[in-house]
T-cell receptor, first 111, second 114 residues
Framework: EAGVAQSPRYKIIEKRQSVAFWCNPI?????LYWYQQILGQGPKLLIQ????????DSQLPKDRFSAERLKGVDSTLKIQPAKLEDSAVYLC?????????FGSGTRLTVV | ELKVEQNPLFLSMQEGKNYTIYCNYS?????LYWYRQDPGKSLESLFV?????AVKQEGRLMASLDTKARLSTLHITAAVHDLSATYFC??????????????FGTGTRLQVTL
């Protein structure tokens, strides 16, 4: 089966600019997650969707981060404006029952 | 807030030696996951442990889960250089009534030397 697709793989932007990441989960997986992984740390959950509804966004910096999942399939994560501390890998994952599958991630560098 | 702690954070070991990575977590759960991450790569699923006393083995790696102690171990037998990577445990606190999601540990960076 196809995996979780993410794009772009890499992005370099200047601080205060905006950026968007895209994720296409595994077909049939109702739950989708966005994680932020700062270098040297474990992934941290930013937001969780069940179909197209938000289940948990308690750790999403809502003043600058936003996410949506239209039609319960693809999802986009946006940062506006970006800060230096947003430099990280952004991982998308989807799940079904006990199985979680992670995408390859988008590596964001804010300069 | 669920806390997941791993130790050691960094492990340098010689080829052929055995060692154990520990994962402690702060809430009740019987779902524990182990992942491997190579530099610049995504997360590769190693083991899914779904009950107290669960033990799974793949090659030189063996994982176990003690839900009463809130502890999982990843044991490495006769390490080889190819096992060099960062290993993460992750807990799904489904038993607390919250929605299913993974909380990750701090990671253990394993370096196997000749």
């Amino acid at each position: 089966e196809a995996g979780v697709a993410q794009s772009p793989r890499y992005k370099i932007i200047e601080k205060r600019q905006s950026v968007a990441f895209w994720c296409n989960p595994i077909s049939g997986h109702a739950t989708l997650y966005w994680y932020q992984q700062i270098l040297g740390q474990g992934p941290k959950l930013l937001i969780q969707f069940q179909n197209n509804g938000v289940v948990d966004d308690s750790q999403l910096p809502k003043d600058r981060f936003s996410a949506e999942r239209l039609k319960g399939v693809d999802s986009t994560l946006k940062i506006q404006p970006a800060k230096l501390e947003d430099s990280a890998v952004y991982l998308c994952a989807s799940s079904f029952l006990y199985s979680y599958t992670f995408g390859s991630g988008t590596r964001l560098t804010v300069v | 807030e669920l806390k997941v702690e791993q130790n050691p954070l960094f492990l340098s070991m010689q080829e052929g030696k055995n060692y154990t990575i520990y994962c402690n977590y702060s809430t009740t759960s019987d779902r524990l996951y182990w992942y491997r991450q190579d530099p610049g790569k995504s997360l590769e699923s190693l083991f899914v442990l779904l009950s107290n006393g669960a033990v799974k083995q793949e090659g030189r790696l063996m994982a176990s889960l003690d839900t009463k102690a809130r502890l999982s171990t990843l044991h490495i037998t006769a390490a080889v250089h190819d096992l060099s990577a960062t290993y993460f445990c992750a807990v799904d606190p489904i038993n607390t009534g919250t929605a299913s999601k993974l909380t990750f540990g701090t990671g253990t960076r394993l370096q196997v030397t000749l």
